[in-house]
C-alpha cells in the first residue's frame, strides 16, 4: 500500500482555486479524476494526485510488460513478445 501520490503546487493567481498543469481551474478542497487513473484534490497550497489503479509489482519485467487500461483503470500484464499472452502477477500495490 502507501498510495502513488505526487504534488503539483498551485499556479492559479484567483482566490481559492487551483490550477492544474492543462490550465483547468478547480475550487478548493475538489477532488476530480484524470485520464490517467488518478485521483486529484486542490488543497491550500498544492494539488495532489494519487493514482487509484492497483500496480501489479511480482511479474517476470525482462519477459513481460503491463498495461494501463485507462477505462477500467487497472492494469494487464502481458508477454512483450506476444501481447495475446497474460503472464502471471504474485502482488499488486496500490
Ligand atoms: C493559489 O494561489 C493563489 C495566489 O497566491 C491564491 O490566491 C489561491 O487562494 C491559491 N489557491 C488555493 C486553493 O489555495
Known amino acids: 500500500g502507501g498510495g502513488q501520490c505526487y504534488f503539483i503546487p498551485n499556479q492559479s493567481l484567483k482566490p481559492n482555486e487551483c490550477q492544474d498543469l492543462k490550465g483547468v481551474s478547480h475550487p478548493l478542497n475538489s477532488v476530480w479524476k484524470t485520464k490517467d487513473c488518478e485521483e486529484c484534490t486542490c488543497g491550500q497550497d498544492a494539488i495532489s494526485c494519487c ?3 492497483a500496480i501489479p509489482t511480482g511479474y517476470d519485467t525482462n519477459k513481460c510488460q503491463k498495461i494501463l487500461n485507462k ?7 502481458v508477454e512483450k513478445k506476444d501481447p495475446g499472452k497474460t503472464c502471471d502477477v504474485t502482488g499488486w500495490v496500490l
Do not use: L, P, Q, R
Open 71 to 77: 477505462k477500467t483503470c487497472t492494469y494487464t500484464v
Open 51 to 53: 493514482n487509484t489503479a
